[in-house]
């Protein structure tokens, strides 16, 4: 039989029920719309103390609660299976002290029970079949309800409190992500070059270059590219990705010697809470990052000899640990590596795994230095004046015979250097256009005939006896770190051969 007082009640749950979907469901500030609710519960059932602990590296830690303090806050924390609120998230079912005052599940670490006091209810949180926290509530003398009422309106309000904590929680979570993302996830396209993003150039070193990229890039084979610094490559990674199936998805880049070896595997996978020192929070790394997207690592050859046998599992398994943490994690990734060593010579000597180089040496892009691309200096020096004019407000001209000066320099920078010395020139350049004479001085390595003479050595046969001769005692006297002595041993002729031939060329 249904009392009047019982149609009382059922009416005081509905209201209560509303009045929290209402809260939930049009508030951002995810803390305050659950304090909000939990003192609509408390003011309409007379439920006392009520608090929702969140479930953070196996600690249930308060995360709003009613009648609590700074300091209980901090002090009423509980780890998996300890009292009643820790053991309502282990075994994933409400717990239920009926008398607080004689059970020793009843930890009371908030110091806030009293004569009014009788009993505590937790009930857990669950989400996608995962606790993700416990919400309690102490009855007193004054609650209208009973064990089993209570039980039954908590686990409603603990199920939409679960689902809005998991959601905040994955929005948070994209974020972060979208955060970091902005971080790594540089690639500005150029539709006007080439439709090869940023990549400028004619020649015939570079169309190679491009029919490879259309060739491998909606492929998810693992590519090595190789190149002098300054070359470009991390423009050709960033090409093939746009060109892959994997485009709308994320390019993220870390450059392996800018960190340290210490960081570098945290870099790379990540790390948990607490793995080392600085380690305030979990971070995911760079293979999470680039989840179902393309990896590019810069620098390849510069990783440690651990980071080497991680790296190579990730290519074999797809998955790794996180640095100070034991789950393990499956990843999608598109791996495009590159570097300027010789690899082979370093798996010679020992410095670096043989299988590792196999795995990425799948499909090699061999990206030709500056100096031999021919007229695609002045294509990217007219490109890089262009764009420095217009960030600068500044009109400069390049005359013919300037130009020829840059075409004939070696550019052991590649074009990093070509775009420095560009901006430089728009800087410090006259106006009235720049001659070979005014080259000279913007681009001081243009006097340095070592320099011209080791990236752009003169053929053998355009050499006279006199040139190869004096040539041959330079070499001498470099090898012997100028000891004029060792140096005519070397040539295999006398000391005073020696001093007269260095006198005669002006050594």
Known sequence: ?????????????????????????????????????????????????????????????VFASIGFNKHQKVI????????????????????????????????????????????YIAVPLIAENDVIGVIGANLTKSTEIDFEQTVR???????????????????????????????????????????????????????NVYQVIERIAQSDVTILVRGETGTGKELVA????????????????LNCAAITDTLLESELF?????????????????FELADGGTLFLDEIGDISASAQVKLLRVLQEREFERVGGGKTIRVNVRLVAATNRDLEQMVKDGEFREDLYYRLNVIPIDLPPLRKRGEDIKLLVNFFL??????????????????????????????????????RIVLMGNENGITASDMMLLLPALNNEKLINEYCPVPLENKT???????????????????????????????????????????
């Open 1 to 61: 039989m249904i009392t009047k007082c019982d149609h009382c009640l059922t009416h005081k749950e509905l209201l209560v029920l509303y009045d929290i979907a209402s809260l939930i469901s049009d508030s951002r500030d995810i803390q305050k719309s659950l304090e909000k609710s939990l003192l609509a519960l408390k003011n309409s059932l007379q439920l006392e103390n009520c608090v929702i602990f969140k479930l953070e590296d196996e600690m249930l830690n």
């Open 76 to 119: 009423s924390e509980y780890k998996l299976g300890e009292g009643a609120t820790g053991l309502a998230a282990k075994s994933m079912e409400p717990i239920v002290i009926e008398n607080i005052h004689n059970d020793i599940l009843f930890l009371n670490k908030s110091g806030n029970k009293n004569s009014e006091t009788i009993s």
């Open 153 to 207: 309106i908590l686990s409603i309000i603990s199920s939409l409190f679960a689902q809005y904590i998991n959601s905040s929680i994955s929005i948070e979570q994209e974020k972060d992500r979208l955060k970091e993302l902005k971080l790594y996830y540089k690639m500005e396209w150029d539709s006007k070059v080439h439709n090869f993003g940023d990549i400028i150039g004619d020649s015939k070193e570079m169309q």
């Open 238 to 253: 960033a090409a093939i990705h746009k060109r892959s199936k994997r485009n709308d998805e994320p390019f993220i880049k």
């Open 270 to 286: 990540g790390h948990e809470k607490g793995a080392f020192t600085d380690a305030k929070e979990t971070r995911k790394g760079r």
């Open 386 to 423: 262009e764009r420095s004019m217009q960030n600068h407000k500044k009109v400069i001209s390049i005359t013919d015979e300037a130009m020829g000066k840059l075409m004939a320099y070696p550019w052991p920078g590649n074009v990093r250097e070509l775009e420095n010395t560009i901006e």
């Open 465 to 507: 006896l006199d040139e190869l001769e004096k040539e041959a005692l330079k070499n001498a006297l470099q090898s012997s770190n100028g000891n004029q002595v060792e140096a005519a041993k070397i040539l295999g002729i006398t000391q005073r051969q020696m001093g007269y031939k260095m006198k005669k060329y002006g050594i």
